[in-house]
């Protein structure tokens, strides 16, 4: 039985913890070392549950992985197989391109970059170097968004005309936050929030980046076509010494369909389900917390489905990772740049429009110059 050496580099996401609990607990891999990237902007509430300094100590020590203080040095001194990236995004493009010059594989947390520009380096630095690029999506592993795309897929709903996503919380660091692990987030002031990663424009922050994303990915699943074009609005609602938005939206015109997306860190509680599909003979509502599908028919009756049971290599990241290397078989497609840079184009077209309040055409590898 082959195993699989693995590094983890960037810990200011807090989907690190869980991410890292996969890979700890595959018997095929062995996680050799972790290093955090420097932050661009120095947090205040330094040691705060789900911050960098609290996820990176509990990581290491949860799991037992070395910590290194250069995750540079680090990949250059393990030479591991893969590279599991959950840095801020600014940091996504650098890491992706310094693994894929070592021959290094990179699983990167979602989403791919925050432009589509920077998403195309990565995937031509992974081309280029022929390494694996994936990026892990919460939703690929999620029997009730799979599920969906079945029932879209055989028709149960007829032609998709609308898809809808609302995604969100109290923010990744709001009172009463809870990140699949039993710690729950330590009340934070407005100025140690925005001090925070995911309140500064710079560094890949705010819910549109963060849970718009989503929207983008499920939007163009679902819909089975490539978006062509966007319009977007971002603000900054309640961390105001923050200059990343907490609420967002964006409308997506696809060529038969068209898509709302919304990310929010302002909802107290899972007060909305989400996503939801329009057809012409019905509608899918999902919720993507607890993974149940409900359909409602034209004769006003509501079925709630039974998911298909997902195969072990849709389990979680790290299954899809080793069950990929063993068999040679593809990654699942949502898990694959080609996928990604489709969806990552509508984010791009959002996030555009968004700034300069007009309607934005969504670019492909063709359209995308720089």
Not at 55 to 61: A, F, M, P, T
Not at 103 to 112: A, R, S, Y
Not at 253 to 261: D, E
Not at 298 to 326: C, F, K, M, S, W
Request: hydrophobic fraction near 40%; charged fraction near 20%.
């Amino acid at each position: 039985m082959n195993t699989y050496r693995v590094c983890i580099v960037g810990f200011a996401h807090v989907h690190i913890n869980d991410v890292a609990a996969h890979f700890a607990e595959h018997p095929q891999i062995e996680l050799v070392g972790c290093a955090d990237t420097a932050p661009l902007h120095p947090e205040l509430k330094r040691g705060a549950p789900y911050t960098r300094e609290w996820n990176i100590r509990y990581c290491s020590e949860k799991f037992s992985i070395p910590v290194y203080g250069d995750w540079k040095e680090m990949l250059a001194t393990q030479k591991p197989d893969l590279c599991v990236v959950n840095s801020e995004n600014a940091y996504h493009v650098e890491i992706t391109e310094t693994c894929a010059a070592l021959g290094i594989d990179i699983c990167i947390e979602k989403p791919m970059a925050t432009s589509l520009s920077d998403g195309l380096r990565m995937a031509r630095a992974a081309q280029t170097h022929g390494v694996r690029l994936m990026v892990n999506w919460p939703v690929t592993w999620n029997p009730g968004m799979q599920m969906i795309k079945t029932m879209i897929d055989r028709g149960d709903i007829g032609r998709v005309l609308e898809i809808k996503t609302r995604m969100g919380h109290t923010g990744p660091l709001g009172r009463g936050a809870r990140h699949k692990i039993e710690q729950t987030a330590e009340p934070m002031s407005e100025a140690d929030k925005a001090a925070t990663w995911w309140h500064r424009h710079e560094c890949g922050g705010g819910a549109m980046a963060d849970y718009c994303c989503y929207g983008s990915v499920l939007s163009y699943w679902y819909a089975g076509e490539s978006a062509t074009a966007a319009s977007g609005m971002r603000v900054n609602s309640m961390t105001l010494l923050g200059d990343a938005e907490d609420n967002s939206a964006m409308f997506v015109r696809f060529p038969h369909c068209y898509a709302v997306l919304e990310g929010t860190w302002t909802t107290v509680n899972h007060t909305f389900k989400s996503p939801i599909v329009y057809g012409e003979h019905g509608a899918i509502v999902g919720d993507y917390k607890t993974g149940k599908v409900l359909l409602y028919r034209e004769d006003n009756t509501v079925e709630e489905i039974r998911n298909d049971p997902l195969p072990p290599e849709l389990t979680d990241v790290a299954g899809a990772y080793v069950h990929h290397r063993e068999t040679g078989e593809p990654l699942h497609y949502t898990a694959l740049p080609e996928f990604n840079l489709e969806a990552l184009a509508i984010l791009d077209a959002g996030l555009r429009s968004a700034d300069n309040g007009k309607v934005e055409l969504v670019n492909n590898l063709h359209w995308q110059i720089g």
